[in-house]
């Protein structure tokens, strides 16, 4: 069994910043990429950002110069920057893992449950 855990959501005013952090647990044998999506009330889930296992960086346009992904991979843990915050940004936002379980050969998709961001004008 994997779980991916997020927190550090919240509610913050525009302008200012939270870090969001996603740990995955269980019977881990590799992790591969990491990454956040978000989706908005209405909207469809959209990508913020990814990582891979090299550490290499893929940017929604929306968030560039914004937000920072980063990650720990002693920790399984994929963290999320988010600076000068907009309303819009407001979302759940989810963290994705592709690994591969001691029990399989193949890599999988997880996903988190899901942290609120609200930023208030």
């Known amino acids: 069994q994997v779980q991916l855990v997020e927190s550090g959501g919240g509610l913050v005013q525009a302008g200012g910043s939270l870090r969001l952090s996603c740990a995955a647990s269980?019977?881990?044998?590799?992790?591969?990429?990491m990454g956040w999506y978000r989706q908005a009330p209405r909207n469809q889930r959209e990508l913020v950002a990814t990582i891979s296992s090299g550490s290499s960086t893929n940017y929604a346009d929306s968030v560039k110069g914004r937000f920072t992904i980063s990650r720990d991979n002693a920790k399984n843990t994929v963290y999320l920057q988010m600076n000068s915050l907009k309303p819009e940004d407001t979302a759940v936002y989810y963290c994705?893992?592709?690994?591969?379980?001691?029990?399989?050969?193949?890599?999988?998709?997880?996903w988190g449950q899901g942290t609120q961001v609200t930023v208030s004008s």
């Open positions: 994705t893992a592709s690994l591969r379980t001691r029990a399989t050969s193949t890599l999988a998709d997880y």
């Open positions: 269980g019977r881990i044998f590799w992790v591969n990429a």
